[in-house]
Each structure stands twice: as structure tokens, then as C-alpha cells.
């Protein structure tokens, strides 16, 4: 079954008074519970791509269909399903700094309309699922950059969304902890038949994926 699928989407630019054609014609289907990683240069569309399909930004032209709806950033429920049935994580963790790992970690929660004392306690159990039991009260400039990427994928599954979409989720942190997300990825996209969206450059990761895809030229072509 398809969960999200973004079909013959374009999206282009003005710079200046040049227009760049980003996407032409990219299409992608993901189907439920499968990881899906998609590489290609830098500059090539891939954020475009992604934010298009999390209902971010606004293709010029195409559909998005989640949950067999096509659906348009500029909906008014657009925002309420962005924030329940999909989950972000991108390269910089953006982790409100002034909270701890628990409280960045509820927010989502809070927003849908939990209370803040069943969001915290939910956050706690996923914080310690992701490993980060001992991490709960820390901020995050007290938390390593592997640590802050498992906050930030702890806050992007907590309203248990069936898509998550990742932008170069390691992009920023060493191999070590790179390897460590990684690993968490795998085995929550395993264990609780989450999709997985993930921008990467990583060639060696992306083998781990159900299917990888390459996008050069505006369009989304599968390499494997
Ligand atoms: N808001 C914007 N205004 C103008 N150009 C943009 C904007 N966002 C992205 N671009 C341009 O679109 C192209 C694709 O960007 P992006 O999707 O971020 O690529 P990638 O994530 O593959 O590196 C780049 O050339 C970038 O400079
Ligand atoms: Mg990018």
C-alpha cells in the first residue's frame, strides 16, 4: 500500500531574473513501511523534493497523495498533517535550546493536543528506547551531535507518524555517529513499519535501504 507518493512534480526557482528549473518532472512512490533513500549532487532538488513532499513548500505543478489523499500545502489541514501523520528530521537538529531532551522531545505532542504530563512521559519512553535514558534533563548544547540526532529523530516519531522524512540526517556528525543513527533508523523502520524518506550521501548507507533512487536532471530515476 502507498502511504506517500509525489507525482510528476515541478518546482522551479527565480534568481535574480534567470529562472532554475529544480524539478522537472520527479515522481516517487513509497510504499508502507519501506526505506527509501534517494542521493544525488549537491544543489540537485533533493531538500526541494523532500520539503514538497512534506507539504513545506508548494510544487508549481504535480500531486502529493498521502494516505491516498492528494493533498496541498496550502490546505487548512495541511499543518495537522504535517504534524501527525509525518515526522522530520534534518541535517542541523534544530532542537529548541532552551529545553531539555524530554521537553524538545513532547513538543509535537503538546501541539496535537496531549497534555504535557502524558507528552513527557511518552517522550521519556522513547528517549530511552532511542538509548537516551540518562539524557532526559540534558539541553542539547549538553548532548553530543549523535545524541542531538536521536533527540531529533525521538521528536519526529513521537505522534508515531506513518512517514518520516529525513534530510541528510547524519550529514553533520562523524562516522561513529553516523553509524549510530544509522542503526536506530533500521531498526524502528523494522520494528514499527514506519516508512523512511532519507537524503543522503552517504552511498554505503543507502545500501541498507529498500530502494535507492538518484536524482539528476529535475527527475527521480531508481538506481537499485
Ligand atoms: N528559496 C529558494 N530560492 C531560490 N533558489 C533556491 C531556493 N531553494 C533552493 N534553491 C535552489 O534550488 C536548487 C536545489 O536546491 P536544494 O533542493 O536545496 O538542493 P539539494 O538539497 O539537492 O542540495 C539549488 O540550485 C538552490 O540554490
Ligand atoms: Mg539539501
Known amino acids: 500500500m502507498l502511504c506517500i507518493a509525489g507525482y510528476n512534480l515541478c518546482k522551479s526557482y527565480v534568481d535574480s531574473d534567470q529562472s532554475i528549473n529544480v524539478l522537472t518532472d520527479a515522481t516517487l ?3 508502507t513501511a519501506k ?3 534517494i542521493t544525488g549532487q549537491s544543489g540537485c532538488g ?9 507539504l513545506l513548500d508548494a510544487a508549481d505543478s504535480g500531486r502529493v497523495i498521502i494516505g491516498g489523499r492528494e493533498i496541498s500545502s496550502m490546505m487548512p489541514e495541511a499543518p495537522q498533517i504535517r504534524n501527525s501523520e509525518l515526522g522530520f528530521v534534518f541535517q542541523f537538529h534544530y532542537l529548541v535550546e532552551d529545553l531539555t531532551a524530554k ?11 496531549s497534555s504535557s504530563v502524558v507528552a513527557q512521559k511518552r517522550a521519556s519512553e522513547l ?9 532526559l534533563s540534558r539541553y542539547p548544547n ?6 542531538q540526532q536521536r533527540v531529533s529523530l525521538a521528536r519526529a516519531l513521537i505522534n508515531n507518524p506513518k512517514i518520516v522524512l529525513a534530510d541528510e540526517p547524519t550529514g553533520n556528525l562523524d562516522p561513529d ?10 531498526q524502528l523502520n523494522k520494528q514499527r513499519e514506519q516508512a523512511f524518506v532519507i537524503v543522503t550521501h552517504d552511498r554505503e548507507s543507502a ?18
Open 103 to 113: 521537553e524538545n522531545v513532547a513538543l509535537p505532542m503538546i501541539i496535537a493536543g
Open 142 to 147: 549538553q548532548l553530543s551531535g549523535g545524541e
Open 177 to 186: 555517529h553516523s553509524a549510530e543513527v544509522w542503526q536506530m533508523i533500521l
Open 46 to 54: 533533493k531538500s526541494t523534493m523532500l520539503h514538497i513532499l512534506g
Open 127 to 135: 528517549l530511552s528506547t532511542l538509548g537516551l535514558a540518562s539524557r
Open 207 to 224: 545500501r541498507l535501504a529498500s530502494q535507492t533512487y538518484n536524482l539528476a536532471q529535475g527527475k527521480l530515476s531508481l538506481l537499485s
Open 29 to 31: 512512490e513509497v510504499e
Open 35 to 37: 526505506m527509501i533513500c
